[in-house]
């Protein structure tokens, strides 16, 4: 069951210039959170916010949520051309949170290519 | 380093073969996912456990199934490959409680011919 859709489905830029992936989902959530995934890779964890934040800093990551709008966005300031990957979100329903569950929900990802 | 293992980046199978794909985890984590990837479809659950001996379905579990006898270790098994299996397969944990984010296997390429 798909909940986040991110958004553009590729970015192209140059190193230095901001990236911006924009994420929607449907349903409330616990918590959001940003993967990303080098090609043919397992995907890494960069950071996780709650539903009651608004905005997370973590290195040159920045994600803010907007719940009312059910939509979230990662920005990477000065992109370094190690950053080309797939970024993805994931949600963790508010019904499914709690006890053992909480399961994730990933969107489709986006792809992001950083030239030199 | 804490991580998640797959025992194959790649792996070659043919059709009607039963295939074990291991995933192991030092992160003493409670729960354990089997995820496979497929291109323009994303992430898609295949199983989950939250406890030894415990599993539940995922969004698309036909054709597999899975085992947990021990905490660190989770089997995705396919009963009889088709070519349709062919995809990337991850395996994640993650601690119960904290929402601390997943931590993912490097992935295993399976190839069903």
């Known amino acids: 069951s798909q909940q986040g859709e991110e958004d553009p489905q590729a970015l192209s830029i140059q190193e230095g210039e901001n990236a911006t992936m924009n994420c929607s989902y449907k349903?409330?959530?616990?918590?959001l959170q940003w993967y990303r995934q080098n090609s043919g890779r397992g995907l890494v964890h960069l950071i996780l916010i709650r539903s009651n934040e608004r905005e997370k800093h973590s290195g040159r990551l920045r994600v803010t949520l907007d719940t009312s709008k059910k939509s979230s966005s990662l920005l990477i300031t000065a992109s370094r051309a190690a950053d080309t990957a797939s970024y993805f979100c994931?949600?963790?329903?508010?019904?499914?949170?709690?006890?053992?569950?909480?399961?994730?929900?990933f969107g489709k990802g986006t792809k992001l290519s950083v030239k030199p | 380093d804490v991580k998640v293992t797959q025992s194959s980046r790649y792996l070659v199978k043919r059709t009607g073969e039963k295939v074990f794909l291991e995933c192991v985890q030092d992160m003493d984590h409670e729960n354990m996912f089997w995820y496979r990837q497929d291109p323009g479809l994303g992430l898609r659950l295949i199983y989950f456990?939250?406890?030894?001996?415990?599993?539940e379905k995922g969004d698309i579990p036909e054709g597999y199934s899975v085992s947990r006898e021990k905490k660190e270790r989770f089997s995705l098994i396919l009963e009889s490959a088709s070519t349709n299996q062919t995809s990337m397969y991850l395996c994640a944990s993650s601690n119960r409680g904290r929402p601390l984010g997943y931590t993912f296997g490097s992935g295993t390429r399976l190839t069903v011919v």
């Open positions: 349903t409330s959530i616990n918590n």
């Open positions: 994931a949600t963790v329903p508010l019904m499914n949170y709690g006890g053992s569950q909480g399961n994730l929900i």
């Open positions: 456990s939250y406890d030894v001996k415990m599993k």
